[in-house]
Every structure is written in structure tokens, then in C-alpha cells.
Nanobody, 124 residues
Framework: QVQLVESGGGLVQPGGSLRLSCAAS????????MRWYRQAPGKERELVAE???????YYTDSVKGRFTISRDNAKNTVCLQMNSLNPEDTAVYYC??????????????????WGQGTQVTVSS
């Protein structure tokens, strides 16, 4: 059973910073891309940032220069450092990963997993 568990959300004032973390656990064989999505009230879920197993990164335009995604392959974790936060960043943030895991009979399966989400609120 593979799980992604996020932490680090909360309430922050405009201009402040938060660091989100996501840890993958279970019978993991390998992890390919890891991503952070967010969904604001009344809006569709959007991709915020992505990092490949080789370290290549992608950011949506609205967070470039403010957010940094990183990963620790040895610990199966991905982080999102968020600086210069503004009210438009308020959303539930979700961790997402494409990974291979072992079934109980030992075969490998590849699928995408989601975390449960963590709330980020930017408000004065």
C-alpha cells in the first residue's frame, strides 16, 4: 500500500513563506516525476510545479521566481518552498507522484498517486 502524506500547510500573511513536504511510503520500487498541484475554491486543480527523477523542474508562470520544488530520492520526499506568498496562492495543495511499486505477489505496477492535501491560506 503506497501513501503520500503532505505536511507544512497553514496560515501565513502576504509576503510570507511556507514550506510544504510530502513523503511517499510503502512498497516503492522507483519514483519518476513528483508534482505539486493546488485547487482554490471554485477553481479547477492546477499543476504548480514538477520535478523529474533527474532533477529537471517545471513551474507554472504565476509561481516562477517565488516557489522552488526539490526532492530527496533517498528519502522519497518532495518539498515545495513557497516565498512571497500572496492571497491568490490560497488553495489546497496536493502532492502527486508517478511511481512503481511491488504488489503482494512481487510484480511491479506503475501508477499515479495523490496525497490527501494540505490547506495553505494567505491572509492578513
Amino acid at each position: 500500500q503506497v501513501q503520500l502524506v503532505e505536511s507544512g500547510g497553514g496560515l501565513v500573511q502576504p509576503g510570507g513563506s511556507l514550506r510544504l513536504s510530502c513523503a511517499a511510503s510503502g512498497s516503492i520500487f522507483s519514483i519518476n516525476a513528483m508534482r505539486w498541484y493546488r485547487q482554490a475554491p471554485g477553481k479547477e486543480r492546477e499543476l504548480v510545479a514538477e520535478i523529474t527523477s533527474g532533477g529537471s523542474t517545471y513551474y507554472t508562470d504565476s509561481v516562477k521566481g517565488r516557489f522552488t520544488i526539490s526532492r530527496d530520492n533517498a528519502k522519497n520526499t518532495v518539498c515545495l518552498q513557497m516565498n512571497s506568498l500572496n492571497p491568490e496562492d490560497t488553495a489546497v495543495y496536493y502532492c502527486n507522484a508517478d511511481l512503481q511499486s511491488r504488489t503482494i505477489i512481487g510484480t511491479l505496477i506503475t501508477r499515479t498517486y495523490w496525497g490527501q492535501g494540505t490547506q495553505v491560506t494567505v491572509s492578513s
